[in-house]
C-alpha cells in the first residue's frame, strides 16, 4: 500500500501497511531494547542499593521520602488522568477522541506499573512488600493506597481487555459501559486516596488540608490529558495512528481547562496560606522566593504558557502543542516536588530530636543550616534506579503497542 503524505496542517500521517504488529518496524524493536537495557541498568544498581543500603540515598530521617515517592505521586497521577480520558466518553455516551481509547489505557498500565516500581524500590527490602501484607494495617492511608493502586492495575487490564472485546462483539456496548463507569470512579479514588496519605499528616505545614484531594484529581488531568496528546502525536508520526486535527483540538481544549482550574486550585491554596492571620506565609515564601522557588516559576509559567497554547487558535499547531503538553506535564512534575520536599522543609518542633550525620547532612549547621537551604537533593543511585523504573514503565507501553491491536478498529479493517 503506497504512503500518503499531508500537511501538518490537516494533522493526518502518513500511511503505512496494514498490521498493527508490523506498525513502527524496527524502530520500535530498537526502542523496546533500548527499554530493557535501562531495565536491566536500573535493576543492578537497585541490586547495589539493597546490598549497601538506603543510606546510599539521598534520604535521612528528616527527608524520609524523596525521588521514588515523589515519581509514584507523578506516575499515579499520569495513570489516572490516562483512564480518565479514556472512560469518560464511554461513561457518559459522549463522542470520545478519535479511537485513542485504547492507547490511553494502555499509558495508564504502563505508568501504574511503574509507579508499583517506585514503591518497591522505596521500601528498602523487596521482602517488605510480602510483610506489608502480612503485618499490614486496614486503618493505615498507606494500605489504603497500596489495595486501591493493586486494584486500579487489576481493573486497567480488564478495561483495556472489555475494550478489545467489544470490538469482537463479545462485550456488549452496556456492559462495557458499566466497566467504564466503574474505572471512572476507580481513577478518582486511587489519586484521593493518594493524596489522603499526605493530607490527613497533621504535623506537616504543606500537607494538612482537605483541598489536596480535588487538586490531586485536578493535577492528574492535566499530566494526565498531555501524556496522551504526546504518545498520540508520536503515534501519528510514525503513522501508527491516523487521527483527524479536529481530535487534537478538542484534546488541547480540554487541556487548557484542566491547567486553569489546576491553577486555581494552587491559587486558592497559596491565598489561604499567606492571608493575614494564615499560619503558611513561610511556605508561601520558600515557593516564590526561597529554595523551591525554581520548582514554582517553572510550575507557573510552564502551565500558563501551556493554556495560552490550548486555547488561542493561531498557536495549535502540532510542534507548539507538543511543547505546552510537556510544558504541563514539568509543572506537575515540579508540584510534586514541591509538595513532598517542602514538606520536609519546616520544622513542627525545635529540635525534634539529636541531630546526627546519619539523620542530616547539615546536622552541625544547627536548625538554622538544616532549613535555610534545600534539604534534599537525590544521589546519582537514586536518579539510576529511577530511570531503570521509568524505562520499565516505557517498555510495557512499548510492547502493548507492539502485539496489541490498539489502533481504533475502523482504522484496522480499513487497511
Known amino acids: 500500500m503506497s504512503n500518503i503524505s499531508t500537511t501538518l496542517e490537516s494533522g493526518k500521517p502518513r500511511d503505512v501497511s496494514s498490521g498493527n504488529s508490523k506498525a513502527g518496524g524496527r524502530g520500535l524493536t530498537i526502542a ?11 535493576l543492578a544498581l537497585w541490586a547495589m542499593q539493597l546490598s549497601g543500603g538506603m543510606v546510599q540515598t539521598g534520604m535521612r530521617n528528616l527527608d524520609s521520602w524523596g525521588l521514588y515517592i515523589t515519581c509514584f505521586m507523578f506516575l499515579v497521577g499520569l495513570s489516572a488522568g490516562g483512564l480518565i480520558i479514556s472512560s469518560v466518553p464511554k461513561a457518559f455516551g ?48 498507606l494500605m489504603w493506597d497500596i489495595v486501591v493502586i ?8 480488564a478495561y483495556l481487555w472489555a475494550q478489545l472485546q467489544a470490538e469482537k462483539g463479545k462485550v456488549s456496548h452496556t456492559a462495557l459501559r458499566v466497566i467504564s463507569v466503574i474505572a471512572l470512579v476507580c481513577a478518582v479514588l486511587v489519586h ?27 493535577s492528574a488531568l492535566v499530566c494526565g490529558t498531555a501524556l496522551v496528546m504526546v504518545v498520540i502525536m508520536a503515534l501519528r508520526k510514525v503513522g501508527y495512528l491516523s487521527l483527524d486535527q479536529s481530535h487534537m483540538v478538542r484534546l488541547a481544549k480540554l487541556l487548557g481547562a484542566f491547567v486553569v482550574v489546576d491553577l486555581y486550585f494552587f491559587g486558592c ?78 520544622a513542627n518542633l525545635d529540635y525534634p530530636t539529636v541531630l546526627t550525620p546519619m539523620q542530616h547532612t547539615s ?40 502485539f496489541l491491536p490498539l489502533k481504533p478498529a475502523e482504522d484496522s479493517s480499513s487497511k
Open 94 to 141: 459522549i463522542q470520545g477522541f478519535g479511537g485513542i481509547s485504547k492507547v490511553a489505557v494502555m499509558t495508564s498500565i504502563a505508568a501504574t506499573v511503574a509507579a508499583i516500581g517506585f514503591v518497591v524500590v522505596d521500601m528498602g527490602q523487596p521482602f517488605r512488600v510480602w510483610e506489608l501484607f502480612v503485618y499490614s494495617n486496614l486503618g493505615s492511608p
Open 150 to 157: 493493586g486494584t486500579y492495575l487489576i481493573l486497567s487490564c
Open 32 to 42: 523496546i531494547a533500548v527499554s530493557a537495557v535501562l531495565v536491566a541498568a536500573g
Open 192 to 218: 484521593s486516596v493518594t493524596a489522603w496519605i499526605f493530607g490527613l499528616q497533621q504535623g506537616r505545614e504543606m500537607w494538612h488540608t482537605a483541598l489536596l484531594a480535588p487538586w490531586f484529581v485536578s
Open 269 to 346: 491554596d497559596l491565598l489561604t496560606e499567606v492571608f493575614p492571620g494564615g499560619s503558611g506565609a513561610e511556605v508561601v515564601s520558600m515557593l516564590v522566593a526561597g529554595p523551591l522557588a525554581p520548582y514554582f516559576w517553572v510550575e507557573v509559567i510552564g502551565c500558563a504558557a501551556c493554556a495560552v497554547i490550548c486555547f488561542v487558535p493561531s498557536l495549535r499547531t502540532n510542534a507548539l502543542l507538543a511543547v505546552g503538553a510537556l510544558l504541563a506535564i514539568a509543572g506537575i512534575f515540579c508540584k510534586r516536588v514541591q509538595l513532598l520536599v517542602g514538606g520536609f522543609q519546616i
Open 363 to 402: 546536622w552541625d549547621a544547627g536548625l538554622s543550616g538544616i532549613y535555610g537551604q534545600l534539604v534534599y537533593w537525590p544521589t546519582p543511585l537514586e536518579f539510576g534506579v529511577m530511570l531503570g523504573v521509568v524505562a520499565l514503565g516505557v517498555l510495557v507501553f512499548l510492547l502493548g503497542v507492539k
